[in-house]
């Protein structure tokens, strides 16, 4: 099964050292491709490859541009889809004026393309799903926030497709979301603090 990775600081920072241990450990498992995502000037930046990333000379490049806020980054072990660029995570979708980016680490089953959808995986068509359920939870009365129409968007995926396994990482770019729904496949938080203060997270999965 996959490996997903994310970062989220209250101040730009890189992962300079947490992702080069995380592609080199463990993406002999993982060797189906590779992405990283981040945002620079309030668009995400995606950058992925259909190759094992501790051979991959543009992972370690990507590792040393990106410098944000919000960082998600995932290895592939595929139980859908080809292996191919349009099926590697991070998925970049543009929604209510924000880029989102999405990593899932799981197996939903056979789930239909969604219209948005540029690559055959059931992560990307999950992916499209919540961002609906967002949007029609959002439309629904006074305004609304993000997190509640997320929680709302994971029932109904689980309703409609089944009690599949589901453990992903989400951003807008504000915020950095994680869910985890396997226990056999926990994410793990690890909090950091910086002497100036305020504080950097690395979420792994280890």
Not at 111 to 139: C, K, M
Request: hydrophobic share 35%; charged share 25%.
């Amino acid at each position: 099964m996959c490996e997903l990775f994310g970062l989220c600081c209250n101040e730009k920072d890189r992962a300079s050292r947490s992702l080069p241990i995380f592609g080199k450990k463990y993406s002999d498992a993982n060797r189906e491709g590779w992405g990283i995502a981040y945002y620079e000037n309030h668009r995400a930046v995606l950058k992925k490859e259909p190759k094992k990333a501790k051979i991959s000379k543009s992972f370690f490049e990507t590792i040393e541009k990106a410098k944000s806020n919000i960082i998600i980054a995932h290895l592939r072990n595929p139980t859908r889809g080809a292996v191919c660029e349009k099926n590697c995570h991070p998925f970049k979708q543009s929604f209510q004026n924000k880029d989102w980016i999405f990593a899932h680490n799981g197996d939903m089953g056979d789930i239909p393309l969604h219209p948005r959808s540029l690559g055959d995986t059931d992560s990307e068509q999950v992916f499209n799903l919540l961002l609906d359920h967002i949007r029609s939870y959002q439309a629904s009365g006074t305004i609304r926030g993000v997190y509640p129409g997320l929680i709302r968007g994971i029932k109904k995926v689980f309703r409609e497709f089944g009690d599949g396994v589901l453990n992903f990482l989400m951003s807008d770019g504000s915020g950095l979301y994680a869910f985890n729904h396997y226990p056999e496949k926990p994410l793990y938080f690890l909090r950091k603090e910086k002497e100036y203060g305020g504080s950097s997270g690395d979420i792994l999965s280890i």
